[in-house]
Nanobody, 119 residues
Framework: QMQVVESGGGLVQPGGSLRLSCAAS????????MAWYRQAPGKQRELVAT??????????DSVKGRFTISSISSDNGKTTTYLQMNSLKFEDTAVYYC??????????WGQGTQVTVSS
């Protein structure tokens, strides 16, 4: 069974940067796509960025040019991806979730990491 853990959230001022990490373990070599989602208070969870092995990334319009998702890498039983977030805005405040999608079977979610953009 796959486990997903996010880290790297925190409090940052507008215009600042954060780097989120996502690590998946357990049956990781079957992972072919990973994605970041976010959910702000009172809002639905939304897709932020996706990456597939040997493929380019896709981004929500609201984060294009500011966020970068890294390629998927696997090593020592873990598969990782990162989300570099620059020029953060108040509206980026949310809980950020990582999703790891295997070639077969259900995808796995992490517990989320809080990102707060505040002055």
């Amino acid at each position: 069974q796959m486990q997903v853990v996010e880290s790297g959230g925190g409090l940052v001022q507008p215009g600042g940067s954060l780097r989120l990490s996502c690590a998946a373990s357990g049956s990781v070599f079957s992972i072919y796509a990973m994605a970041w989602y976010r959910q702000a208070p009172g809002k639905q969870r939304e897709l932020v960025a996706t990456i597939r092995r040997s493929s380019s990334a896709n981004y929500a319009d609201s984060v294009k040019g500011r966020f970068t998702i890294s390629s998927i890498s696997s090593d020592n039983g873990k598969t990782t991806t990162y989300l570099q977030m620059n020029s953060l805005k108040f509206e980026d405040t949310a809980v950020y979730y990582c999703n790891a999608e295997p070639a077969a079977g259900p995808s796995a979610w992490g517990q989320g990491t809080q990102v707060t953009v505040s002055s």
